[in-house]
């Protein structure tokens, strides 16, 4: 079972489209996959339900229960956690302690920068993240390549000491997805392949710290 927290502490980032796109490409390739949701919002949750009749389900779990571990199947393959917005590591902790990656979407905007650089200095201070045994990856969201804004906050991310994943690009297509339960890898057409190659470099970083 490989479980993947999705935190930021700048709500608005985009945590819970990228935790509920994770979980619908695992569900698609035939893992059994469950979406802790830990986010009082529930957004993840009603994602879930929308798409409790399709062959790739997704199972959520109510992430602010304290025995939330309990109704995890044995036989799930892929657990991810969409954690509560605004919250510290501190506030992470149960989450943390079962985690085997971390991705943090940031925005592109000084706004947003600077609100996550305490967010990852908190996460430094986690003794698993200190010693280089939870790898930790940030997700730039909302990427308009064409604009002078988002290619500074990329060169800036990438100064950042936690290594720069994958860049999705800004687009209504996550707001009709969400809508309808769905995700980019329900689909075959020209149009997702673009999204889909945008997640592919998540992909090849969670297999490499499988």
Not at 12 to 30: D, M, N, P, S, Y
Not at 180 to 207: N, T
């Amino acid at each position: 079972m490989q479980t993947i927290l999705v935190a930021s502490s700048k709500g608005g980032a985009g945590k819970t489209t990228l935790a509920t796109q994770l979980a619908g490409h695992f569900a698609v390739a035939g893992k059994a996959t469950v979406l802790v949701d830990a986010d009082p919002q529930a957004s993840a949750t009603r994602w879930c339900e929308k798409r409790a009749g399709m062959e790739a389900a997704v199972l959520p779990v109510d992430g602010h229960a304290r025995a939330f571990r309990r109704h995890l199947p044995e036989d799930a393959g892929r657990v991810v956690i969409d954690a509560p917005a605004g919250a510290m590591a501190a506030g992470l902790e149960p989450f943390l302690e079962m985690a085997d990656a971390v991705l943090v979407p940031v925005l592109p905007s000084a706004i947003d920068l600077e609100a996550t650089v305490p967010f990852l200095n908190s996460l430094a201070q986690v003794p698993r993240v200190k010693k280089g045994r939870l790898p930790v990856g940030l997700v730039a969201n909302r990427i308009k390549a064409w604009t002078s804004v988002s290619q500074q906050a990329l060169e800036q991310l990438r100064l950042w000491p936690y290594p720069l994943v994958a860049q999705l690009r800004d687009s209504q297509a996550y707001v009709l997805l969400a809508a309808l339960g769905r995700c980019v890898d329900d689909y075959r057409s020209e149009q997702m392949r673009g999204h889909q190659d945008d997640f592919a470099p998540i992909y090849r970083w969670l297999k490499k710290h499988a």
